[in-house]
């Protein structure tokens, strides 16, 4: 089992950077995939980004391109979500999910992951 832990959320004005961290534990999550999800008050569950076991591949949604970088240290078991630049409409919870150790490819899709954290909120304020 797997367990994630998010860190780095809070709150902050328009325009400024966070990082998030999720730090895995239990077993590890050697060859998986990752991602991060965010889901603001009253919306579905949204893709922001993922990345490959090996950080050689990363896909982010369109409103976060270019703001928002995710990155790896499987050495420490710890996935970031570095967000640059950031919008009121960035507010949500943030969850990082991992997926099965089968699947080192990334993927957009939420069915596709095995392991959720308990998320982390971000609020930014205009």
């Known amino acids: 089992q797997v367990q994630l832990v998010e860190s780095g959320g809070g709150l902050v004005q328009a325009g400024d950077s966070l990082r998030l961290s999720c730090a895995a534990s239990?077993?590890?999550?050697?060859?998986?995939?990752m991602g991060w999800f965010r889901q603001a008050p009253g919306k579905e569950r949204e893709f922001v980004a993922t990345i490959s076991w090996s950080g050689s591949r990363t896909y982010y949604v369109d409103s976060v391109k270019g703001r928002f970088t995710i990155s790896r240290d499987n050495a420490k078991n710890t996935v970031y979500l570095q967000m640059n630049s950031l919008k009121p409409e960035d507010t949500a919870v943030y969850y990082c999910?991992?997926?099965?150790?089968?699947?080192?490819?990334?993927?957009?899709?939420?069915?596709?992951?095995?392991?959720w954290g308990q998320g982390t909120q971000v609020t930014v304020s205009s």
């Open positions: 999910a991992a997926r099965s150790p089968r699947y080192s490819s990334p993927s957009y899709y939420h069915y596709d992951y095995d392991y």
């Open positions: 239990g077993r590890t999550f050697s060859g998986s995939a």
